[in-house]
Each structure stands twice: as structure tokens, then as C-alpha cells.
């Protein structure tokens, strides 16, 4: 009797109860543990989540830095362009004005807050190394999105739309445009396929979206927001087809870069190199060979005859013949 009103007592109190039959002597041994059940909810697991992508986005918002070194050593955009860094820029404006507009979406305010700090300085950096046509560009671009696009949108949506409405437009918006954002790099997938290089396409970087994108989707499926969860799923799939691109063909330039050094040794041990002390002591002797001639990436043959006496070497060649060239 005592055991079963100490049994309730503790269910009472929200415990864990442990039972642990011993079938020695009939008899029943119970022990109960006061540790309380730790359960996370949805709202914790999404701060979470929230931290990790706000970490892996500062790192995403950081990886033009070397870019932006290289001009400011060069004094020159050389052939950059300014579209991705307006771009980025009016995406992250877009998503601060939708978390102003939606409740617990405080970690889309403070990356994308950091975003709009970052590909300011990115932009501006670009103005004043761009040429005088890239500058007048930018400023166009520029002027389009940010003060037409955005500006626009900001006023229809507070005037002609109310505070449900509103949401749901400005997220639909956010949603395409991300999904447009994410398509992107399909340029990129296109050029190393068609050159079978992985030179512009770098793995950390694609790493780096791929898990940015995880970490958006949980954070907006955890707060049951689906503009923000939905279009990270084309970020992770289109994430992992880079990293697998970049496998395939980096080892195919490899292997190329082993082929091509295996025939510039093949080729190397084709050269003979006449040393001029060596054919001090040889008073006439004809020696029936070839001179390799490299010429606009081929290797071409010349039949010749060396005459080598007192004075030097004397080469007597026929043009005429027809020459066989080697390709590399």
C-alpha cells in the first residue's frame, strides 16, 4: 500500500519512475528517480538553429574578401562585375523588412542587418576601382532595385495592404526572389560542365551554402514559416551538385595534369643536346638526324644532316620535305 501511494506521489510531480522487477523471493523492488523529463520545444531547437545559420551566413558574407583584396592590390575591377553584390544587397534588405513584419524572426534582423554593412563596403569599394562604364552600371542597377524595387514595395505594402496581407505578400515576394537567387549559380554548374574545370566553381565556398542552407530550413520549418524554409531546399540540393561537380572534375584535371607531364617527358627524352667539347676531337663526320621544332603548340620534324669539322657545326636541310607534325 505504501509502495503504490509513494508510486502516485511521485507521477505527481512530473518525474521519471524506474521499475526494475527482481523475481527473487516474490518480491518487487521499485526505484523511483526524482530527475524531471527535459523536453525541447520547437522555439528552443529553432535558436538554435537560428545561431548556426546566422554563424555559417557571416562566414557566406565574408567570402568575397579575397576578391576585394586582389582589386584593392590591383587598383582595378579587372573583369568582376558589381551584379552580385547589388543583388545580395537588395536580398538582405528584403528579409529584414519581412522580420520587422513577422514575430520571432529576430536572427534574419541581425544577419541580414550584417549582410546590408558588408555588400555596402563590397559596392562601394567596387565604385571607386570600376571603370567609368562599370561605375555608371552599378549606379543604375543600383537605383533600379534599391530605390525603385524596394522603395516601391515598402510603400504599396504599408499603404494598400494590411498587417496579414501584408506578411504574406512581402513573403511570397522574399520567396521568389530567393528561389531567383538560388538558380544563380546554374551559370556557374553550366561552365564547368562545358569546360570540365572546377576552377570557378571553389569547394569551401559551396560547403558553405550547402550547410547555410540546412540551417535555414530547419529554422524556418521549426517556426512553421515556409518562405524561408521552402527555397533553401533548392539551396541544398543545388549545394550538393557542386561539391559532387567539383569532385568529378577536379580529379579529371589531375589526370589531365598527369597525362600532359607524362608526354613532356616523352618529348624531353627525344632532345638530343650536342654539348661543343665534345666534338673538338672529331674531324668530319656526318650525323643523319632531326631539329624539333616547337611551333604555335605542335611539335614539327625537319629532316637535316649536321656536318660537324674544325670551324663548327653546318646543318643542311630540305624544307621541302613534307613534315610531320606531332600534336601535344
Known amino acids: 500500500m505504501y509502495i503504490a501511494q509513494r508510486t502516485m ?77 547589388v543583388i545580395a544587397l537588395f536580398s538582405a534588405m528584403l528579409w529584414i523588412y519581412y522580420a520587422f513584419l513577422k514575430p520571432k524572426t529576430t536572427f534574419l534582423i541581425t544577419i541580414n542587418s550584417f549582410g546590408c554593412f558588408i555588400e555596402t563596403i563590397y559596392i562601394c569599394l567596387f565604385l571607386f576601382y ?23 514595395l515598402v510603400l504599396l505594402t504599408h499603404f494598400l495592404a494590411k498587417d496579414s496581407t501584408r506578411v504574406r505578400i512581402v513573403g ?19 561552365q564547368v560542365i562545358r569546360t570540365k574545370s572546377a576552377e570557378y566553381m571553389p569547394l569551401p565556398l559551396s560547403a558553405f551554402l550547402t550547410l547555410n542552407a540546412v540551417a535555414w530550413f530547419f529554422y524556418g520549418l521549426l517556426l512553421k514559416d515556409f518562405n524561408i524554409a521552402i527555397p533553401n531546399v533548392l539551396g541544398f540540393v543545388f549545394g ?23 608526354k613532356v617527358s616523352q618529348l624531353a627524352d627525344q632532345i638530343i643536346i650536342l654539348e661543343e667539347n665534345k666534338l673538338s676531337d672529331i674531324t ?45
Open 9 to 85: 506521489h511521485v507521477r505527481s510531480q512530473a518525474t521519471t519512475l524506474c521499475e526494475i522487477r527482481l523475481r527473487k523471493s516474490k518480491k518487487l523492488v521499485v526505484f523511483a528517480t526524482k530527475t524531471p523529463i527535459m523536453a525541447v520545444s520547437s522555439d528552443q531547437l529553432a535558436f538554435v538553429f537560428g545561431i548556426l545559420g546566422n554563424v555559417v551566413a557571416f562566414c557566406v558574407f565574408l567570402a568575397p574578401v579575397p576578391t576585394f583584396y586582389q582589386i584593392y592590390k590591383k587598383k582595378s575591377t579587372e573583369g568582376f562585375q558589381s551584379i552580385p553584390y
Open 130 to 152: 570600376a571603370t567609368k562604364k562599370a561605375r555608371v552600371e552599378t549606379v543604375k542597377l543600383l537605383v533600379l532595385l534599391l530605390a525603385c524595387g524596394f522603395g516601391l
Open 172 to 190: 511570397w515576394i522574399c520567396l521568389v526572389f530567393a528561389l531567383l537567387v538560388f538558380v544563380a549559380p546554374l551559370c556557374i554548374v553550366r
Open 240 to 262: 550538393v551538385l557542386q561539391m559532387v561537380l567539383y569532385k568529378i572534375y577536379s580529379k579529371s584535371e589531375k589526370d589531365n595534369d598527369l597525362e600532359k607531364q607524362g
Open 284 to 328: 668530319e663526320q656526318i650525323i643523319d638526324g632531326q631539329i624539333i621544332i616547337a611551333k604555335l603548340g605542335q611539335l614539327e620534324k625537319i629532316p637535316v644532316v649536321l656536318r660537324a669539322n674544325n670551324d663548327g657545326l653546318e646543318a643542311d636541310t630540305d624544307l621541302n620535305v613534307q613534315m610531320e607534325p606531332i600534336i601535344v
